[in-house]
DNA sequence: GCAAGGTC
């Protein structure tokens, strides 16, 4: 019988804890132990009409905008297992593992969202223990780490008084609060008469979406305007010009010139030639760069043409048979462990990937890349070095992700080894021209490549020509930059830079990234040709509608997390935080209803079929022929289902992720009554 | 059918 049940958030946390403590169950410190592990978050809150009384089930069941905005005191807050198949089983085995259980210890991620608190929360509430719990925070997952940890326990029994958890689980009802803002938009386009399955918002996507709209808006409107300078050029091809700050538009004006003629007035004021003066040549370095996060794995893969749904799958597949770290990360450095691993490693992975070992020159860590603390520490190679690229095709279910995980790796281990690359050397020359002092040319030149040579996302520079010792007057020609084209790169660093927490987590970015773009997918909203995005029709009705409202602002964002932390820190009453999604409801709800007029004059007025007639067959209700849809939802009915229908009898069927019974019985619509499938959940 | 946050 163990005094401490360990609940840590996921397999490899348990495996981590149980290298730590000397098992999978034993005795630490004095106090007998057993680990056991959930697998993120293992229960997610009910269907808003199962969160509240039988006479209010029609209402918040409805997506008609007349029953909006909800009234949030009606909700019970309950929470139910998610769908995914083996999840009641390990709720099941953590609720008899408790059983013989002085106290639970708390051993989720150690994350200031609070989320590890809350996942295991969820745990304890659901299995019904009111017993003593405990919660250990472990900066990594070394066993340096978890053992202090383990030896500092916090007393968190009263999970009222637990101020990680309130915050997250605030969080958690915020965003569930805003799916509101789905149904609003979707009704309101639907009612303009347009078929759309689902007009996706939310302070993540709505973000995405209004800032690629945006950008797209931006190249349209782009105005090319050329503006004409003098500029100095040396024989060597070198150009000369005067420095001047983007904001002095004062400035600016008097050097560029609109019309061509002025500038070739004010080029006749200068003499040319003239002589290039070399002002100083100073020695410089780089170090190598941070290591990636899943998002830019994603942006970087993207140029080959790897969609982020792929990504993230195969990247799965690699990371559960060892080959590569955890995805999920939001390290960008990793610890001396982790760093000693990779140098242990580094021979045969730069073999491997196609580096020369005599490269990997700088072996000792440098301080802003190895830190004594990461949790799982920066994406890169994992510590099962495949024999042969080829090998990792054992962790595929699919041999046909082959080239990908190939190129996932060896993205993985290029990144990685740069760290252990020398500095690239340049030197930066300043040059002038000796008459005219205020026209200034600047320009690097490569010395030692060092870790460019093993990583460099692009061309490495070419070493430029020299400088020239004559220079003569011209005009040169310029315009405004016309915006770039949006790229999953571009969006990502938006996203993760905007304010003070960025907007929505490394993992959930490149996630949802994953189902915007994704064909398949409901919320299919973004497409994605090689990292270049562009708006799908519904896209652009979301981003669109959304104009203007407070769900598609990233201060959305800014102000839930600056409330969180004050609910973390007991400044703020949870309830207080969440009924600031009441505002931003009762804001946008009039504002999308306006904005519906907005998608007629960016997608044009609603074609006169909007839904496709359905495919029909036939079948038999008691004993008299009738005809029901094909298919019932994504599934089409097989010729032995439509058998067993016509025959009476219940069927059941594999359904996305799970099973669906039920038999022939009759509907009603609109006043008409017809013969269809019904489902058993249905009564 | 909906959110964003975890995870496999």
Not at 62 to 81: A, G, I, R, T
Not at 212 to 239: C, M, S, W
Request: aromatic share 8%; hydrophobic share 35%; proline share 4%.
């Amino acid at each position: 019988m163990a005094e401490y049940l360990i609940l840590t958030e996921k397999k490899s946390a348990a495996d981590n804890f149980s290298k730590a403590l000397g098992g999978s169950s034993g005795n630490f410190d004095g106090h007998s132990y057993q680990i056991v592990h959930a697998q993120g978050h293992l229960m997610e809150l009910s269907e808003p009409k199962d969160q509240v009384a039988g006479d209010l089930k029609e209402r918040y069941g409805s997506w008609d905008p007349e029953n909006m905005p909800w009234n949030l005191n009606d909700f019970s807050w309950v929470k139910e297992p998610t769908k995914a198949g083996n999840i009641r089983k390990i709720l099941s085995q953590i609720k008899k593992a408790s059983q013989n259980a002085q106290a639970i210890v708390i051993a989720t991620d150690n994350d200031p969202s609070g989320e590890g608190e809350l996942l295991a929360w969820e745990i304890i509430n659901e299995i019904g223990w009111h017993g003593k719990v405990y919660r250990e925070y472990h900066d990594d997952e070394t066993p340096k780490s978890i053992t202090k940890a383990m030896r500092n326990l916090k007393d968190v029994s009263d999970q009222t008084k637990d101020g990680d958890y309130l915050k997250a689980n605030v969080r958690s009802r915020w965003d569930f609060a805003s799916m509101q803002l789905t149904r609003l938009a979707t009704s309101y386009v639907r009612n303009a008469g347009y078929y759309v399955k689902v007009v996706n918002q939310g302070r993540l996507k709505s973000v995405m979406l209004s800032m690629v709209y945006k950008r797209e808006q931006a190249i349209k409107n782009y105005v090319k305007k050329p503006f004409y300078e003098v500029k100095f050029q040396d024989d060597q091809g070198h150009l000369y010009a005067r420095k001047v700050a983007k904001d002095n538009e004062e400035r600016l004006a008097q050097i560029r010139h609109a019309d061509k003629a002025q500038a070739e007035a004010e080029l006749t004021q200068y003499q040319s030639p003239v002589h290039v003066k070399k002002l100083k040549m100073v020695n410089k370095k780089s170090t190598p760069k941070t290591l990636l996060d899943l998002a830019k794995v994603d942006a970087l893969l993207s140029k080959k043409g790897y969609s982020s749904n792929k990504i993230k799958n195969v990247y799965q597949q690699l990371y559960e048979a060892g080959y590569v770290s955890y995805p999920r990360t939001e390290d960008k450095v990793i610890t001396s462990e982790q760093f000693n691993e990779l140098v242990q490693n580094s021979k045969e992975i730069a073999l491997l990937v196609g580096v020369n070992t005599q490269l990997l020159t700088h072996l000792e860590p440098r301080k802003e890349l190895v830190k004594d603390s990461a949790t799982h520490g920066a994406n890169r190679p994992g510590s099962k070095v495949p024999a042969s690229l080829d090998e990792l095709g054992k962790a595929l279910k699919n041999q046909s992700d082959l080239e990908c995980a190939k190129d996932i790796y060896c993205l993985l281990g290029k990144t990685a080894l740069a760290i252990l690359g020398d500095d690239y050397l340049y030197r930066v020359v300043t040059a002038s021209i000796e008459e005219y002092p205020a026209f200034v040319t600047q320009y690097n030149v490569p010395a030692n490549f060092g870790w460019r040579q093993i990583y460099n996302d692009g061309e490495l520079p070419k070493a430029p020509k020299p400088l020239g010792t004559q220079a003569k007057a011209i005009v040169a020609e310029g315009a405004n930059p016309k915006p770039a084209k949006p790229t999953k790169a571009w969006l990502f660093k938006r996203l993760a830079s905007y304010g003070k927490y960025g907007i929505g987590t490394g993992a959930t970015q490149q996630s949802t990234m994953a189902e915007l773009t994704n064909a398949k997918s409901n919320a299919h909203l973004l497409n994605d040709k090689k990292g270049v995005l562009s708006l799908t029709d519904t896209g652009l009705m979301s981003a669109v509608i959304a104009q203007g409202t407070l769900i598609a602002s990233p201060k959305a964002t800014e102000q839930l997390f600056q409330g969180m932390d004050d609910v973390g820190n007991f400044k703020l009453a949870p309830d207080q935080l969440l009924s600031t999604i009441n505002k931003v409801v009762a804001h946008d709800k009039p504002v999308l209803q306006k904005n519906v007029a907005l998608v007629e004059q960016s997608v044009g007025k609603p074609q006169k079929k909007q839904y496709p007639k359905r495919e029909k067959v036939d079948v038999t209700y008691q004993g008299k022929p009738a005809q029901i849809n094909a298919k019932w939802g994504e599934h089409t009915w097989t010729a032995d289902e439509l058998k067993e229908l016509s025959a009476g009898n219940t069927i059941t069927f594999d359904y996305k992720k799970g099973q669906i019974s039920g038999q022939l019985g009759e509907k009603e619509y609109k006043g008409h009554k017809f013969i269809a499938f019904i489902p058993d959940f249905d009564n």
